[in-house]
Nanobody, 119 residues
Framework: QVQLVESGGGLVQAGGSLRLSCVVS????????VGWFRQAPGKEREFVAG????????KYADSVKGRFTISRDNAKNAAYLQMNSLKPEDTAVYYC????????????WGQGTQVTVSS
């Protein structure tokens, strides 16, 4: 099964930046699409950004377009989420997910990393 380890979260002031990392093991990373999701207290987990295995295409939630950038490094089995111009409403636990393209997102999740944006 796939294992995912997220890191890079923290406390930042509004307008600041953070870079999240996700290291994937248990599957051939270069064959996987990778996505970032987040879950705020009392809310359902929501899609934030996704990138296909070739990194030629990425998708973003409307709420983060122009502020967040997803990327990947197949040599390091890692994906990243660069978050700029952070807002208090970006506060959430951020999770990554990875699965073979066309298979839908996996049922396996990492422990997540907390992002807190103060106003």
């Amino acid at each position: 099964q796939v294992q995912l380890v997220e890191s890079g979260g923290g406390l930042v002031q509004a307008g600041g930046s953070l870079r999240l990392s996700c290291v994937v093991s248990g599957r051939t990373f270069s064959r996987l699409a990778v996505g970032w999701f987040r879950q705020a207290p009392g809310k359902e987990r929501e899609f934030v950004a996704g990138i296909i295995r070739s990194a030629d295409s990425a998708k973003y939630a409307d709420s983060v377009k122009g502020r967040f950038t997803i990327s990947r490094d197949n040599a390091k089995n890692a994906a990243y989420l660069q978050m700029n111009s952070l807002k208090p409403e970006d506060t959430a636990v951020y999770y990554c997910n990875a699965n073979y393209e066309g298979s839908g997102w996996s049922n396996y999740w990492g422990q997540g990393t907390q992002v807190t944006v103060s106003s």
